[in-house]
């Protein structure tokens, strides 16, 4: 099976420009996750999908960061404008229907995209 | 919600067991992880144990859980220099649906 595509690997920005990332899940997932994850930090949930809607954007910071998941498959992540804060590298996951199925496979990653804000 | 803790650093020599270890505070966790990440890339799921389960063990990996605790980790054994990395813990639990909650990771530094 394919596992989870994200564009672009890299992405150099300055300050207060706006950027986009796309995600593409494993076929099939329902739940779909982006996390930052600021170096030599874990990774820290942004936004979580369940189909085409978001249960929990609890520590998005919505006032530069949005997300939509259109038709339940592909994502895209924005941020608009850009602080040197938000240099991270940006995860996308994807796993089963929540409701006790293959929750014991855990979330499946993509291999990130680094954002580095000058 | 969850927050999940680690140590940061683990040194051990080409040979040896290492243990990483990690607690959590939700005692509501359904299913504890543990992911590695290399250099440049995502996060890859290793194994995971269930929150009935005490131990699980896969090959050169054994997961030890203690739910009175709150306390997870994971030993490998034999470690080799291709087990040099950071590895994450996770805590999944259900409120209506899966949030999963990453620690702080502890990189494993392997010595030749």
């Known amino acids: 099976e394919a596992g989870v595509a994200q564009s672009p690997r890299y992405k150099i920005i300055e300050k207060r420009q706006s950027v986009a990332f796309w995600c593409n899940p494993i076929?099939?997932?329902?739940?779909l996750y982006w996390y930052q994850q600021i170096l030599g930090q874990g990774p820290k949930l942004l936004i979580q999908?369940?189909?085409?809607?978001?249960?929990?954007d609890s520590q998005l910071p919505k006032d530069r960061f949005s997300a939509e998941r259109l038709k339940g498959v592909d994502s895209t992540l924005k941020i608009q404008p850009a602080k040197l804060e938000d240099s991270a590298v940006y995860l996308c996951a994807s796993s089963l229907d929540w409701k006790g199925r293959r929750l014991r496979d855990g979330p499946s990653f993509g291999p990130g995209t680094r954002l580095t804000v000058l | 919600g969850e927050d999940v803790e680690q140590s940061l650093f683990l040194s051990v020599r080409e040979g040896d067991s290492s243990v990483i270890n990690c607690t959590y505070t939700d005692s509501s966790s359904t299913y504890l992880y543990w992911y590695k990440q290399e250099p440049g890339a995502g996060l890859q799921l290793l194994t995971y144990i269930f929150s009935n389960m005490d131990m699980k063990q896969d090959q050169r990996l054994t997961v030890l859980l203690n739910k009175k605790d709150k306390h997870l980790s994971l030993r490998i054994a034999d470690t080799q220099t291709g087990d040099s990395a950071i590895y994450f813990c996770?805590?999944?639990?259900?409120?209506?649906?899966?949030?999963?909650?990453f620690g702080t990771g502890t990189k494993l530094q392997v010595i030749p």
């Open positions: 999908f369940q189909n085409n809607g978001v249960v929990d």
């Open positions: 996770a805590g999944s639990y259900s409120g209506g649906y899966q949030k999963v909650t």
């Open positions: 076929s099939g997932h329902a739940t």
